[in-house]
């Protein structure tokens, strides 16, 4: 029964997470045309990688720690409580994109107080490696511009909060 409970409340955290980010899509069509990202000092220092990067590290991530069978319960729990309060934060910020360029991004540009993607990293990672492994996802998320430094060390306090 509890897993059934965790698994909808994840639901509904995955769906209030798109319905903000389609607000916040939407909400950056008010930012004037000419809005340049914000000042970042790691993304002016990084190398710029593919936006399919980070992707990579969590699923690696989740291949290694969350399919344990004790782990999984775990992870429901942390990553539906940070991504309801990201889907909050989410709904009442907007901020131009970090992108320099064109993207297959598209839709959710804007979502990015904080950074679902380092969620879903640190809240899988369990293990010496697997935290290895979501620090370097972390990192990929800058690299692929998706997000600001800001959004992932944000994501990486209130994950490890709720732990």
């Not at 939407?26 to 990084?46: A, F, G, Q, V």
């Not at 309801?84 to 598209?106: A, D, E, Y």
Request: aromatic share 14%; glycine share 4%; with cysteine.
């Amino acid at each position: 029964m509890t897993i059934i409970f965790l698994l909808l409340f994840w639901s509904l955290s995955v769906c209030l997470n798109l319905g903000s980010t389609y607000i916040a899509t939407y909400r950056s069509k008010l930012l004037p045309d000419n809005s340049k990202p914000l000042p970042d000092i790691c993304l002016e220092i990084l190398p710029v990688f593919p936006d399919w990067i980070p992707d990579t590290f969590i699923l690696c991530v989740f291949l290694i720690d969350v399919m344990l069978p004790f782990q999984f319960e775990n992870f429901l729990i942390v990553s539906s409580n940070a991504m309801f309060i990201r889907s909050i934060t989410t709904w009442v910020t907007t901020f131009p994109t970090p992108l320099t360029s064109s993207s297959t991004l598209g839709y959710g540009q804007h979502d990015l107080m904080f950074s679902g993607h380092t969620v879903m990293l640190f809240s899988a990672a369990t293990s010496y490696f697997g935290y290895l492994i979501a620090i370097l996802g972390a990192i990929s998320i800058l690299c692929a511009r998706q997000h600001y430094t800001i959004d992932v060390l944000i994501a990486i306090i209130i994950v490890e909060l709720l732990k």
